[in-house]
Protein backbone atom coordinates (compact mmCIF):
# COMPACT_ATOMS: atom_id res chain seq x y z
CA UNK A 1 0.00 0.00 0.00
CA UNK A 2 1.22 3.55 -0.95
CA UNK A 3 1.44 6.11 1.39
CA UNK A 4 -1.09 8.67 1.29
CA UNK A 5 0.77 11.58 -0.08
CA UNK A 6 2.18 9.48 -2.81
CA UNK A 7 -0.40 10.30 -5.50
CA UNK A 8 1.54 8.15 -8.16
CA UNK A 9 1.14 4.83 -6.45
CA UNK A 10 5.07 3.87 -6.69
CA UNK A 11 5.91 4.33 -2.58
CA UNK A 12 7.36 7.35 -2.42
CA UNK A 13 10.74 7.07 -5.06
CA UNK A 14 14.22 7.45 -3.25
CA UNK A 15 14.46 10.44 -6.21
CA UNK A 16 12.43 12.56 -4.16
CA UNK A 17 14.10 12.38 -1.03
CA UNK A 18 17.75 14.01 -1.81
CA UNK A 19 19.03 11.06 -0.67
CA UNK A 20 20.38 10.36 -4.38
CA UNK A 21 21.02 14.08 -5.56
CA UNK A 22 24.99 13.72 -5.09
CA UNK A 23 25.39 10.28 -7.34
CA UNK A 24 22.71 12.05 -9.77
CA UNK A 25 24.88 15.08 -9.84
CA UNK A 26 27.69 12.59 -10.86
CA UNK A 27 25.58 11.07 -13.56
CA UNK A 28 24.55 14.35 -15.17
CA UNK A 29 27.92 15.60 -15.54
CA UNK A 30 29.45 12.37 -16.48
CA UNK A 31 30.33 13.09 -20.49
CA UNK A 32 28.94 10.73 -23.43
CA UNK A 33 30.57 11.34 -26.56
CA UNK A 34 32.15 14.78 -25.47
CA UNK A 35 28.54 15.90 -24.22
CA UNK A 36 27.11 15.85 -20.39
CA UNK A 37 24.88 13.30 -19.69
CA UNK A 38 22.46 15.93 -18.59
CA UNK A 39 21.96 17.00 -22.40
CA UNK A 40 21.60 13.52 -23.60
CA UNK A 41 18.55 12.88 -21.48
CA UNK A 42 17.62 16.10 -22.46
CA UNK A 43 17.50 15.43 -25.90
CA UNK A 44 15.53 12.55 -25.71
CA UNK A 45 13.12 13.80 -23.78
CA UNK A 46 12.28 16.27 -26.52
CA UNK A 47 10.40 13.30 -28.72
CA UNK A 48 8.71 11.64 -26.18
CA UNK A 49 5.45 10.28 -27.24
CA UNK A 50 3.15 13.46 -25.96
CA UNK A 51 5.80 15.95 -27.92
CA UNK A 52 4.00 17.60 -30.94
CA UNK A 53 6.37 19.66 -33.94
CA UNK A 54 5.55 22.92 -32.03
CA UNK A 55 7.04 21.75 -28.53
CA UNK A 56 9.36 19.65 -30.10
CA UNK A 57 10.61 23.05 -31.86
CA UNK A 58 10.34 24.57 -28.52
CA UNK A 59 12.60 22.20 -26.63
CA UNK A 60 15.34 22.33 -29.26
CA UNK A 61 15.91 25.92 -28.91
CA UNK A 62 15.88 25.63 -25.41
CA UNK A 63 18.60 22.95 -25.45
CA UNK A 64 20.65 24.84 -28.30
CA UNK A 65 20.80 27.97 -26.14
CA UNK A 66 21.78 26.23 -23.36
CA UNK A 67 24.56 24.51 -25.08
CA UNK A 68 26.04 27.67 -26.59
CA UNK A 69 25.45 29.22 -22.76
CA UNK A 70 27.68 26.53 -21.96
CA UNK A 71 31.41 26.83 -21.16
CA UNK A 72 32.49 23.48 -20.04
CA UNK A 73 31.40 21.66 -23.55
CA UNK A 74 34.15 21.39 -25.88
CA UNK A 75 33.41 23.46 -28.73
CA UNK A 76 34.29 21.17 -31.49
CA UNK A 77 31.81 18.99 -29.91
CA UNK A 78 28.78 22.11 -28.84
CA UNK A 79 28.95 22.89 -32.09
CA UNK A 80 28.72 19.39 -33.77
CA UNK A 81 25.30 18.94 -31.43
CA UNK A 82 24.42 22.35 -32.53
CA UNK A 83 24.41 21.73 -36.49
CA UNK A 84 22.83 18.62 -35.13
CA UNK A 85 19.87 20.30 -33.72
CA UNK A 86 19.39 22.84 -36.45
CA UNK A 87 18.64 19.36 -38.69
CA UNK A 88 16.00 18.50 -36.49
CA UNK A 89 14.63 22.04 -36.66
CA UNK A 90 14.76 22.10 -40.31
CA UNK A 91 12.72 18.12 -40.44
CA UNK A 92 10.41 19.29 -38.07
CA UNK A 93 9.78 22.51 -40.33
CA UNK A 94 9.50 20.55 -43.00
CA UNK A 95 7.02 18.03 -41.88
CA UNK A 96 5.01 21.04 -41.14
CA UNK A 97 5.30 22.17 -44.87
Do not use: H
Amino acid sequence: MAPPQDGGGNFGRIARTGLMDGYKKKLDDMPLCGISAVYWREFLKIFQESANDASARQSLERLKKRLKSKREIPSATAQSAIVIIRELERLVDMRNA
